[in-house]
């Protein structure tokens, strides 16, 4: 089955400090995949995104590649700020017209100043 | 432009009442999708309606079901309502006309259903 595995959290860093979450997921064929971010008492918001392997999607310094060989797509920032502090969920999704969409179990992020 | 639009923001039921949770599309959206996002997890997928009828559907009992209107708008009802239906209710709206699988979703900010 199609199903999404990401770090538990939650992750804790200094401002300015380098942010890797890892996301790797288990599929067939050819997924899209996403990475979306939740900030208290809201719905998500798309970060980034990914529609076919060695594609890197970014956004607001975020980065994430799509890895076939590994079937990951690890979220990468070089420097993360306060405002950065949310819950972060990478998702695939499958399905030729009709797309599902699979979340992983979401990762906090809580970053000091 | 306004986005997804869902009613209400927050519910309290008890067990064995029913609910209707209820979702605008964002404009030019003609797809909708529910999930649902238990404290501390990811969004479970529902199902998904478009052109008012249901496409897919996850793993959920026939409690749960939808519908969706002519203007794209949706509704998610839960049946005998258990302790264990306490979420949050997501609804995300997306283009199938346009490319469809290329069309990221929408998500609105979600219904907090409380069941006591």
């Known amino acids: 089955g199609n199903s999404v595995t990401q770090m538990e959290g939650p992750v804790t860093l200094s401002e300015e400090a380098f942010l890797t979450i890892n996301c790797t997921y288990t599929?067939?064929?050819?997924?899209?995949l996403f990475w979306y971010v939740q900030y208290p008492g809201e719905g998500l918001q798309l970060l980034l995104k990914?529609?076919?392997?060695?594609d890197k999607g970014s956004n607001k310094g975020f980065e994430a590649t799509y890895r076939k060989e590994t079937t990951s797509f690890h979220l990468e920032k070089g420097s993360v700020q306060v405002s950065d502090s949310a819950v972060y969920f990478c998702?695939?999704?499958?399905?030729?017209?009709?797309?599902?969409?699979?979340f992983g179990s979401g990762t906090k992020l809580n970053v000091k100043p | 432009d306004a986005g997804v639009t869902q009613s209400p923001t927050h519910l309290i039921k008890t067990r064995g009442q029913q609910v209707t949770l209820r979702c605008s599309p964002k404009?030019?959206?003609?797809?909708v999708s529910w999930y649902q996002q238990a404290l501390g997890q990811g969004p479970q997928f529902i199902f998904q309606?478009?052109?008012?009828?249901?496409?897919q559907r996850g793993n959920f009992p026939d409690r749960f079901s939808g519908h969706q209107f002519p203007n794209y708008s949706s509704e998610l009802n839960v049946n005998a309502l258990l302790l264990g239906d306490s979420a949050l209710y997501l609804c995300?709206?997306?283009?199938?006309?346009?490319?469809?699988?290329?069309?990221?979703?929408?998500f609105g900010d979600g219904t907090r259903l409380s069941i006591l």
């Open positions: 998702a695939l999704r499958k399905g030729n017209n009709f797309n599902k969409f699979y």
């Open positions: 309606y478009y052109e008012e009828e249901e496409r």
């Open positions: 404009s030019g959206h003609d797809t």
């Open positions: 995300a709206s997306s283009n199938q006309g346009t490319g469809g699988n290329n069309q990221p979703q929408h």
């Open positions: 599929a067939t064929g050819y997924p899209s």
């Open positions: 990914a529609t076919k392997a060695d």
